[in-house]
Structure formats: C-alpha cells, structure tokens
C-alpha cells in the first residue's frame, strides 16, 4: 500500500475541505458579539494556500523538471477558477432568487436612491485612489486602478482595466493584476468587518430594524405564497445558464469607456432577480422554498470563501510582509472610505432602513463575500433586496471611474 502524501495534501477538494470545515469552527467563535461566520474560511484559506503554495509549489517555480501536482498548481492556481466561479454562480442565483420577491418593492420605493448610492461608493473609492497616486508619484498608476478594483472586490472592473490598458503591454497588465491581488483581500476583510462593526459604532437596533422592513415591505402580516414550489434543479439551472448568458453580452459604450458587460455575477444576479420575481415561464417554477436556497447559499458561500483565500493566499501574506506595502493601505483606504461614505449617504441622507442598507453597501461595492457577511450579521437573508438592487448601478459606475482613474492621473 503506498500513499502520497503531498499530492493528497495539494489536491484542490482536500483544501477546499480543510479551510471550509477549520474556517466554519474559526466563524463560531465571538468575541464581544462580533464573529466571523461563514467568512472564517477565507482567512484560514489564506493561511492554509499561503503554506502550501510556500512549501510544495514555490521551490518549482524555476526548475523543468516538476511534478505532476506542481505543475497544475502552477498553470491552475491552487484552485482552478472554472471552480470558483461555479461556486460563485450557485451563490449569486440563490441570492438572486431570495432576494426577487422583494426587489419590485425595493425599486419602486428606494431605487433613484440605490443609484445614487452605488455611484457615490466607487466615486469615493476613486477618488481616494485618484489623491494617493496623485500625491505619491511613487505608486504605479496602473497597479493603483488595479488596487481600486480589488479593494471593491470587481472583476468586471479588472476585465475593464486590463483592456483599457492592453495596447500598453503585458507589463502594464501585470502591475494592474498586481494592484487587483493586493486590493482584494483588504476589500473583503474591510467590508466584512464593516457589517459587523457598523450596528455597534452607529448604536443600530438589528431586531427593530428587522421589523421596520417587514412593515415597509408587506404589511404587518407576511404572506405566505402557496404557488412556491421546494425546488427544482431546472429551474435553478435555467437561471444560471440565463445568467451567465447575459453575463457574456457586451455593450458598446463609445471610445473612452468601450464596452459594459455585466459578468457573469451581475449577469446571474440579475437572471435571479427578474425570473424569481416573475415566478414562472411554462413548466419551470422559481418561486422555490427560501430555506432550500438559503442551503444552497450556505454551502456556495463557504466553499467560495475558502477558495478566494486559497487562490490569494501567497499573494496577499508575502505582499503584506514585502514590499506591496503602500498598494496595500492605499487598498485598505479606499475600501474603508468606500463604504463609510456608503453607510452615511444611505443612513443619514437617504435614511434607507440597515436591513436594507447594509445589503446595499454590498452591492455598492460589488463584494459577493460581504453579502454572506450582511446576511450574517443580520441572520437574515432580506439584505439580499438592496444588494440586488444596487449591484449593477455600482458595476457601471466602477466600470467608468476604472477606466478615468489612470487616464487623469497619468
């Protein structure tokens, strides 16, 4: 009997279940009643990609003659990313379908105010970024756009500033992946500590404001809807495929900005959104039972998370301890400006309710694990209305300033 020890350990599904089980127990822990919840597993991603990248994969990356488990990792990733977006679909369609029965509501009463909300968060995160680069000669700008897609955690943001860039080489386009990997994992960490954080700074009531939406958005008794079906993996999967479709349409928009695409996590959102809330198409039922997709939310979620540590792991932890340093708090800073200036324009200014809210800080900056954070944070999935509602207005907005950053401050 032999066994291989280390291509077991650096095969993708035993890390996947190493950071998602150890991340899960880490998210149990409170302390002063904040927790990390499902998002424990992308900080023991992180730890757990960092050391095996580190150990088994980095002492290769100059040699011929690799093995087979090495050489995967190096073409692949740790994890291939067909699946981390997998995962990332199946999150964003059941997030789609939960959030679908209150969006018809959501829009009519709060959606110039989502516009307006969306725009200001990635303005302001431009903004910021646009000021460090401009005072700090220093900082590439082509890796400070990269930070500022990743600090707002958006991969469309990335597709638009990589071809913006194209015509300028493939170092340009390494030091904007560059600033897109130091950006991303204090953009994450920022937004999920924010949900937590925001309700104890700000004195909120979560279980008042639980009410208030129940009231503002069916009455004082919830009805139940009788036509909704457990589930149906058609169903499921037609949103999904619809999603992904619409994801890969591309809109000429003129010669500065080119083409707005939403991706294929706003094209999926968006596929939820409106086929969850017209309920059915001939056969196929997607009024589905909430707790069945809350399930699918719940798995999805955790194995994404673990993932987007995994694959940033090496990356983010020798950044931090090398010489990204500056690109790192220039991330941390437009990311917590970002969503602060969200917080007080949609709180103060335009006093939408936290539940809400906090799912729109989200959606405003494009950041699918902050959702899961809101929603645990809130122990509710109706944030998932305003994350929907203001996720495409903050993708364009993020598209445009993306795209105008590094063309002001050049």
């Known amino acids: 009997m032999s066994f291989d020890y280390i291509k077991f350990i650096t095969d993708p599904f035993v890390l996947i279940f190493?950071?998602?089980?150890?991340?899960?127990?880490?998210?149990?822990?409170?302390?002063?009643?904040?927790?990390?919840?499902?998002?424990?597993?992308?900080?023991?991603?992180?730890?757990?990609?960092?050391?095996?990248?580190?150990?088994?994969?980095?002492?290769?990356?100059?040699?011929?003659?690799?093995?087979?488990?090495?050489n995967k990792i190096l073409v692949n990733g740790i994890v291939p990313k067909e699946l981390f977006l997998f995962t990332l679909i199946c999150f964003i369609a059941s997030v789609g379908l939960l959030a679908s029965k209150d969006i018809g509501k959501v829009i009519k009463k709060y959606g110039f105010k989502f516009v307006l909300l969306g725009l200001s968060i990635t303005f302001t995160g431009?903004?910021?970024?646009?000021?460090?680069?401009?005072?700090?000669?220093?900082?590439?700008?082509?890796?400070i756009s990269g930070a500022y897609v990743g600090?707002?955690?958006?991969s469309p943001g990335l597709a638009a500033a990589l071809e913006s860039v194209s015509s300028l080489g493939k170092e340009t386009e390494a030091m904007v992946g560059l600033g897109y990997a130091v950006g991303y994992?204090?953009?994450?960490?920022?937004?999920?500590?924010?949900?937590?954080?925001?309700p104890t700074i700000f004195n909120i009531d979560i279980e008042k404001e639980k009410e208030l939406f129940n009231l503002e958005m069916r009455g004082k008794e919830e009805k139940v809807n009788s036509k909704a079906t457990d589930f149906e993996i058609l169903s499921f999967l037609f949103v999904c495929m619809v999603g992904f479709f619409l994801g890969q349409i591309k809109i000429y928009m003129g010669?500065?900005?080119?083409?707005?695409?939403?991706?294929?996590?706003?094209?999926?959102?968006?596929?939820?959104?409106?086929?969850?809330?017209?309920?059915?198409?001939?056969f196929m039922n997607f009024q589905?039972?909430?707790?069945?997709?809350?399930?699918?939310?719940?798995?999805?979620?955790?194995?994404?998370?673990?993932?987007?540590?995994?694959?940033?792991?090496?990356?983010t932890v020798?950044?931090?301890?090398?010489e990204g340093g500056q690109l790192l708090i220039a991330?941390?800073?437009?990311?917590?400006l970002a969503i602060l200036m969200g917080f007080l324009v949609g709180r103060y200014i335009f006093n939408i309710n936290w539940i809400m809210l906090s799912g729109a800080l989200c959606g405003g900056m494009t950041s699918t694990p902050g959702l899961g954070a809101a929603i645990d944070a809130a122990n509710s999935d109706d944030v998932t209305a305003g994350y929907g509602a203001s996720y495409p207005f903050a993708l364009f907005g993020m598209i445009i300033f993306t795209i105008l950053l590094y063309k002001l401050a050049v």
């Open 331 to 336: 991330a941390l800073t437009c990311s917590a």
């Open 18 to 70: 190493l950071s998602v089980i150890s991340g899960l127990i880490l998210g149990k822990l409170e302390i002063k009643r904040i927790r990390l919840g499902n998002s424990g597993g992308l900080f023991t991603g992180l730890f757990i990609g960092w050391f095996v990248y580190k150990q088994y994969i980095l002492p290769y990356e100059v040699l011929k003659n690799i093995p087979s488990y090495a």
């Open 318 to 322: 020798t950044t931090i301890l090398g």
């Open 185 to 198: 994992i204090p953009g994450v960490i920022v937004v999920i500590f924010a949900m937590q954080l925001f």
């Open 255 to 282: 010669d500065t900005i080119k083409y707005f695409s939403l991706g294929s996590t706003g094209g999926v959102l968006v596929s939820g959104l409106f086929l969850g809330h017209i309920g059915r198409i001939g």
């Open 126 to 143: 431009a903004l910021i970024c646009f000021t460090i680069a401009y005072f700090n000669k220093e900082i590439n700008i082509y890796a």
């Open 151 to 154: 600090a707002l955690t958006s």
């Open 288 to 315: 589905m039972n909430p707790k069945i997709l809350g399930i699918i939310r719940e798995l999805s979620l955790s194995i994404f998370l673990a993932i987007v540590g995994l694959r940033y792991g090496y990356s």
